[in-house]
């Protein structure tokens, strides 16, 4: 099964075990599932990658987070069935996209240059869905769900802001390089070769599933 980030098999049997208000193991299982998401890792580092000031990394980052709460709590609660393998390889494709946006090219190809933060709200939106597929398999007890998915919620912006704050420290030791410059371009390659590979792997899960 082609997951760019499943759920662990012991996460899985704590999810469809439960029953009641499990808000604490329901906000860990949100965070831990966003710090190993590396799809949503790679699409926070092409945003964050040319942004200096910490006012735009929190603006962007607000935008993304708007976006993927909407769609996790809307796509879990009214029961919206999305294929997972499609929405994974459209978030495969944000990542893509960042890469390209980055690099220029965007601008380039298009005469003009994209709404950036619209594009993150989009993409957002999409990787809401991503989440949502990922609990939609599960029989989640009705009892206390609203509760347990608003508390999965907040543990995904716990392990958002966790990563995060990990790749601005990881970010910030970079720029002071010399080497950040020469590599920059090089980079954003890397994430639009990295972001069409995770596309691709999604198809072939679509395809062959």
Do not use: C
């Not at 469809?16 to 799809?39: C, I, N, R, W």
């Not at 996790?72 to 919206?80: C, I, K, R």
């Amino acid at each position: 099964m082609a997951f760019a980030h499943g759920v662990a098999g012991g996460d899985q049997l704590f999810i469809e075990q439960s029953t009641g208000s499990q808000l604490g193991p329901f906000a860990y299982l949100g965070a831990k599932h966003m710090v190993t998401g590396y799809d949503h890792l790679l699409f926070l580092v092409g945003v964050i990658f040319f942004l200096f000031r910490m006012r735009d990394v929190a603006t962007y980052v607000s935008l993304f987070a708007l976006g993927h709460s909407a769609t996790l709590l809307y796509g879990v609660l009214s029961g919206t069935d999305v294929n997972p393998f499609l929405v994974d390889a459209v978030i495969g494709l944000s990542v893509a996209y960042k890469g390209f946006d980055n690099l220029g090219l965007l601008k380039r190809w298009l005469g003009f240059q994209p709404n950036t933060k619209a594009a993150v709200l989009l993409f957002g939106l999409v990787h809401g869905f991503g989440l949502a597929t990922k609990l939609q398999d599960f029989k989640l007890d009705p009892e206390g769900l609203i509760g347990n998915i608003l508390a999965f919620n907040v543990g995904v912006e716990i392990g958002q802001f966790l990563a995060l704050g990990m790749i601005l420290i990881a970010m910030g030791f970079w720029r002071r390089t010399a080497s950040f410059t020469r590599h920059a371009r090089l980079a954003n390659i890397a994430l639009v070769i990295a972001g069409f590979a995770l596309a691709a792997y999604q198809v072939h899960g679509f395809s062959h599933g």
